[in-house]
């Protein structure tokens, strides 16, 4: 069973930056598609992030130009870079497998952007 932990949220005024990760156990991380999701309070949970295992990746509208994601194999980590950051953009952020590989929820890392 692959494993999933996320880390590096916190707490960054509006128009600051972080980067997320995404460390995955398991010997087949590099034939993953990956992605990152959110949930906002009382919001569902949605697709914010891909990358295929090509490396192609894809944003939903409201992130475009701002987040990047980017995957590096020999470590099995995903990472979110998050810049321009805004309030809107406050959820729990979980990463997982995109498909049926898809595992149990994590416990996720909590971001949130205020002044």
């Known amino acids: 069973q692959v494993q999933l932990v996320e880390s590096g949220g916190g707490l960054v005024q509006p128009g600051g930056s972080l980067r997320l990760s995404c460390a995955a156990s398991?010997?087949?991380?590099?034939?993953?598609?990956m992605a990152w999701y959110r949930q906002a309070p009382g919001k569902q949970r949605e697709l914010v992030a891909s990358i295929l295992w090509s490396g192609s990746t894809n944003y939903v509208d409201s992130v475009k130009g701002r987040f990047t994601i980017s995957r590096d194999n020999a470590k099995k980590t995903v990472y979110l870079q998050m810049n321009n950051l805004k309030p809107e953009d406050t959820a729990v952020y979980y990463c997982?497998?995109?498909?049926?590989?898809?595992?149990?929820w994590g416990q996720g890392t909590q971001v949130t952007v205020s002044s």
């Open positions: 997982n497998i995109i498909g049926t590989m898809a595992v149990s």
């Open positions: 398991g010997d087949a991380f590099r034939l993953f598609n």
